[in-house]
């Protein structure tokens, strides 16, 4: 089974900038050919999709994070990659990396906070 780990995440001021990093310990090659996706989840929400990613590196985004957010993967490194440019308080959640159809198990993800 795939393992997931997210990292990255802390506390930052509004308007400031985070990187997250999501290391997938599946193979090369189903890494390099699986649709991506970054999720989040806000206190007493449900989790939400934030930004995917396909084999071929088309993106798309929730029109929320459009603009600010950019999602991008390494596949040498079998790593994805959430930069979070312009960050508000409604960003505020806990980020979470899997494949577009969740098929994998979770990680612990990692909390992003936006606060002054």
């Known amino acids: 089974q795939v393992q997931l780990v997210e990292s990255g995440g802390g506390l930052v001021q509004p308007g400031g900038s985070l990187r997250l990093s999501c290391v997938a310990s599946?193979?090369?090659?189903?890494?390099?050919?699986?649709?991506m996706a970054w999720y989040r989840q806000a206190p007493g929400k449900q989790r939400e999709l934030v930004a995917t990613?396909?084999?071929?590196?088309?993106?798309d985004y929730v029109d929320s994070v459009k603009g600010r957010f950019t999602i991008s993967k390494d596949n040498t490194k079998k790593t994805m990659y959430l930069q979070m440019d312009s960050l508000k308080p409604e960003d505020t959640a806990v980020y979470y990396c899997?494949?577009?159809?969740?098929?994998?198990?979770w990680g612990q993800g990692t909390q992003v906070t936006v606060s002054s």
């Open positions: 599946a193979s090369a090659s189903i890494f390099n050919v699986v649709s």
């Open positions: 899997n494949n577009r159809y969740q098929t994998w198990n």
């Open positions: 990613i396909t084999n071929t590196r088309t993106t």
